[in-house]
């Protein structure tokens, strides 16, 4: 049974899916974080944005502002990379109900400047349920070091009888935190 993948790219852009034995996806969300509107990507993909995405917490448009990239990279599509939120001092959780099982977990991330914000002090944790997924993570550099314009990142995590998945991400230590 696979499969929860969670497009996050620095930031949030969110797919998941459970293969079930007819092969039929029961969660399926694609979330383009920094949007208020519906878009697709080239490869026909529907995106939602997260203004009212029902999993958000009720108080988001507090704790985060929406930008666009400063920049495009040939080898990054515009959707769902090019708009991220941008939290500062704050942690955000998303709750994702999911059937208890394993789920597969993918981050997208592109680090570019949104609102004017340097790149190099955005560092962040990001915690699924009871696991620390990534610590004082800083995808500016992460990328800086390999010669990549983006990374991702992939993870297997246990959805246990709690039946919800609660993705949270936190600046590291009081910083700023994009996400697409």
């Given at each position: 049974?696979?499969?929860?993948?969670?497009?996050?790219?620095?930031?949030?852009?969110?797919?998941?899916?459970?293969?079930?034995?007819?092969?039929?996806?029961?969660?399926?969300?694609?979330?383009?974080?920094?949007?208020?509107?519906?878009?697709?990507?080239?490869?026909?993909?529907?995106?939602e944005g997260n203004t009212g995405f029902k999993f958000a917490p009720a108080n988001t448009e507090s704790v985060f502002i929406s930008s666009k990239a400063s920049d495009q990279t040939n080898s990054v599509p515009e959707v769902p990379y090019m708009t991220a939120l941008i939290f500062q001092n704050s942690t955000f959780t998303y709750s994702f109900p999911l059937a208890p099982g394993p789920k597969f977990l993918r981050l997208y991330f592109y680090p570019a400047t949104y609102s004017a914000l340097e790149k190099s002090t955005s560092f962040f944790n990001v915690t699924a349920n009871d696991y620390t997924l990534l610590e004082n993570f800083n995808p500016f550099f992460t990328v800086?070091?390999?010669?990549?314009?983006?990374?991702?990142?992939?993870?297997?995590?246990?959805?246990?009888?709690?039946?919800?998945?609660?993705?949270?991400?936190?600046?590291?230590?009081?910083?700023?935190?994009?996400?697409?």
């Open positions: 049974m696979l499969t929860l993948i969670l497009f996050l790219s620095s930031f949030l852009h969110l797919l998941t899916t459970t293969i079930t034995a007819n092969n039929a996806p029961p969660d399926y969300y694609l979330l383009n974080c920094g949007t208020d509107y519906n878009t697709t990507s080239m490869d026909g993909r529907s995106w800086s070091s390999l010669k990549q314009d983006s990374i991702i990142k992939e993870f297997v995590l246990q959805v246990s009888d709690r039946r919800s998945l609660n993705l949270t991400f936190s600046p590291s230590p009081a910083e700023l935190i994009c996400l697409h």
